[in-house]
């Protein structure tokens, strides 16, 4: 059973970095594509990032691109989305997500099965 728990959120300010940890109690092998999503007060939640079984292909949302990286340790169950030069507008819950399908490039929510309660990542301008 696959139970997805992040980590990682807080408050920092603008051009700070936050690294968010995606851990599973159950086994996040080579097994799942996982992937990074966001919602902010009132918008629809948003791709962030995913990545592939192995962790050999990754892709990110374009507000994104270039700032954070995507990375996981299967033999740890645990996923990373490390942010650089965060930005007011990356203000949101930010949810973990997994699923037995290959990863896609650009995902929407129903792409994947099984969620994480979310984190709180709050950038101060």
């Known amino acids: 059973q696959v139970h997805l728990v992040e980590s990682g959120g807080g408050l920092v300010q603008a051009g700070d970095s936050l690294r968010l940890t995606c851990a599973d109690s159950?086994?996040?092998?080579?097994?799942?594509?996982m992937g990074w999503f966001r919602q902010a007060p009132g918008k629809e939640r948003e791709f962030v990032a995913a990545?592939?079984?192995?962790?050999?292909?990754?892709y990110y949302g374009d507000s994104v691109k270039g700032r954070f990286t995507i990375s996981r340790d299967n033999a740890n169950n645990t996923m990373y989305l490390q942010m650089n030069s965060l930005k007011p507008e990356d203000t949101a819950v930010y949810y973990c997500?997994?699923?037995?399908?290959?990863?896609?490039?650009?995902?929407?929510?129903?792409?994947?099965?099984?969620w994480g309660q979310g984190t709180q990542v709050t950038i101060s301008s």
């Open positions: 997500a997994a699923d037995l399908r290959p990863v896609l490039a650009r995902p929407s929510p129903t792409d994947y099965t099984y």
């Open positions: 990545i592939s079984r192995s962790g050999g292909n990754t």
């Open positions: 159950g086994p996040i092998d080579s097994a799942y594509t």
